[in-house]
C-alpha cells in the first residue's frame, strides 16, 4: 500500500469548490507534519497548507487563505483540504506530504517548505476553468 493516497481532485468553474483527500495506511500516519502543496508544469513546488496533527494547528499560503481549509480525521488517518472560491490560478497538481515527527515549531516554520517533507503522495489533478 502506498503510504499517502490523494483523491478528490477534478475540474470546477470558477468559484466553485472541491474537497481533497490523503489516505495514510495505518502505519503510516504519525504525529508530525501533514501538508499540501500544489505544482504546475514548469514552476516549482509550492505550500498550500500544514497541519500539525497533535494539536490541529493550521498554516496556509497567503494566496488560499480564507478560501482553504486543512482537517484532519485521525481515526481515519486522512488529511482534507477543503479548497472553496477556486479561481483557474489554483489549477494545479496536488500534492499531499508528510512529516513523521515534525513538532510544532517544526510545522509551523517549515510547513510550506516541499524540501522539509519525507514522504509524497502520487498527487491530484485540480483544474479550474474560467
Known amino acids: 500500500q502506498e503510504p499517502l493516497l490523494e483523491s478528490g481532485g477534478g475540474s470546477v468553474q470558477t468559484g466553485g469548490s472541491l474537497r481533497l483527500a490523503c489516505a495514510a495506511s495505518?502505519?503510516?500516519?504519525?504525529?508530525?507534519?501533514m501538508a499540501w502543496f500544489r505544482q504546475t508544469p514548469g514552476k516549482e513546488r509550492e505550500g498550500v497548507a500544514t497541519i500539525y496533527t497533535d494539536t490541529g494547528v493550521e498554516t496556509y499560503a497567503d494566496s488560499v487563505k480564507a478560501r482553504f481549509t486543512i482537517s484532519q480525521d485521525s481515526a481515519e488517518n486522512t488529511v482534507y483540504l477543503q479548497m472553496n472560491s477556486l479561481k483557474p490560478e489554483d489549477s494545479a497538481m496536488y500534492y499531499c506530504?508528510?512529516?513523521?515527527?515534525?513538532?510544532?515549531?517544526?510545522?509551523?516554520?517549515?510547513?510550506?517548505?516541499?524540501?522539509?517533507?519525507?514522504?509524497w503522495g502520487q498527487g491530484t489533478q485540480v483544474t479550474v476553468s474560467s
Open positions: 495505518r502505519d503510516a500516519y504519525r504525529l508530525g507534519c
Open positions: 506530504a508528510q512529516k513523521k515527527y515534525g513538532n510544532a515549531g517544526y510545522c509551523r516554520h517549515r510547513g510550506l517548505d516541499p524540501t522539509a517533507f519525507d514522504t
